[in-house]
């Protein structure tokens, strides 16, 4: 099985895109960010055509996530239930697989702009509630991955430079501090669970020729829960769609389980 996530910057207009990579990479489950449309905009025949079933949860203009599966997915949540928010960030459904149900969890984390600002104060709150959420649904979906654009680059290895941008969004102590809340719920990081080559990243800015100079980092992950750990065969980055022409700012990550 084969479960992947990509922030495609626009849905809209990187469709093209999607439908290409899906007839050349027939995954199972594909989740989406950074829609930036609404529900009535969503290309579900478009997907439907190419043997998916989709779910989505969007929003005019910004973010939007949606959750793309080869058959209907059920027990579908929008948002973090509990927590007040305008914003579509996160979508979540239970696939069947011949194993058993599987949740899938889809987020697209709050960016936080920069230390001392609101948006920042609004992105350690957020995270603070998506962390009690996840772990009461792990306490009711032993078999879950969380996955999505995070906007958290981990650790210094995840940054083409960090010592120039310590501190500095993505990098600050307190976003890698959620982070590692995630990870003490039992989570695990499928990327770091083999060995990749070094400066391997999931996003690059449009500006500077950061992608050609690889000037990136991986905010992208996909974490699984202790009962699926066993399962996880492989986890890489996509470049190749990073390359098209107008490509999204991030590159997809596939998860390959043995279910």
């Known amino acids: 099985m084969q ?19 899906l007839a050349a990479h027939p995954v199972d ?11 009535d905009k969503f290309p579900f025949m478009e997907l439907h055509a190419a043997g998916y ?7 005019k203009t910004y ?12 027990a579908v949540v929008r948002n973090i239930p509990g927590f007040e928010d305008e914003q579509a960030r996160v979508i979540a459904a239970t696939v069947e697989t011949p194993q058993g149900p599987l949740r899938v969890l889809n987020g697209y984390f709050v960016n936080g702009q920069a230390p001392g600002t609101d948006k920042f104060a609004y992105k350690l709150r957020w995270l603070q509630a998506l962390h009690d959420w996840v772990a009461s649904e792990l306490a ?3 078999r879950l991955v969380l996955l999505g654009d995070f906007n958290v680059a981990p650790e210094d290895r995840d940054s083409y430079d960090p010592v120039g941008l310590a501190g500095t969004i993505h990098h600050t102590p307190e976003e890698r501090g959620h982070f590692q809340a995630l990870l003490a719920l039992g989570l695990v990081d499928a990327f770091r669970l083999f060995d990749q080559p070094d400066k391997s990243f999931s996003w690059w800015d449009y ?12 905010i992208d992950h996909m974490l699984v829960s202790p009962a699926l750990r066993p399962a996880v065969a492989a986890c890489t980055i996509d470049r190749a769609p990073r390359k098209n022409p107008q490509p999204s700012d991030h590159a997809p990550v596939v998860l390959e389980l043995t279910l």
């Open 3 to 21: 479960i992947a996530t990509w922030n495609v910057n626009s849905l809209s207009v990187r469709l093209p895109q999607v439908l290409d990579w």
């Open 29 to 39: 489950v594909l989740c989406l960010q950074e829609l930036k449309l609404t529900e």
């Open 53 to 59: 079933e989709a779910v989505a949860f969007g929003q």
């Open 63 to 74: 973010n939007g996530v949606a959750i793309l599966t080869r058959t209907a997915p059920t």
């Open 140 to 142: 009711a979906h032993p």
């Open 207 to 218: 500006r500077m020729l950061g992608f050609q100079k690889n000037r990136g980092l991986r």
